[in-house]
């Protein structure tokens, strides 16, 4: 993961607004709201697979 630099103005791949991480391995930009989905959606999975949470 990558934060991007105030000289690189990309866009965010979900939207148009502007992107503030880079996740490489996914190649994905995220803009803010993106991102906080991407990492909660990251680790409800996680949290899962270990057992610590169960689905609805």
Request: glycine share 2%.
């Amino acid at each position: 993961m990558r934060y991007m630099s105030r000289q690189v103005v990309a866009k965010c791949s979900k939207c148009d607004n502007p992107a503030i991480v880079e996740i490489r391995y996914a190649r994905l930009r995220l803009c803010k709201q993106h991102f906080s989905e991407f990492v909660e959606k990251k680790v409800e999975r996680i949290l899962r697979r270990v057992g610590a949470l169960y689905k609805d």
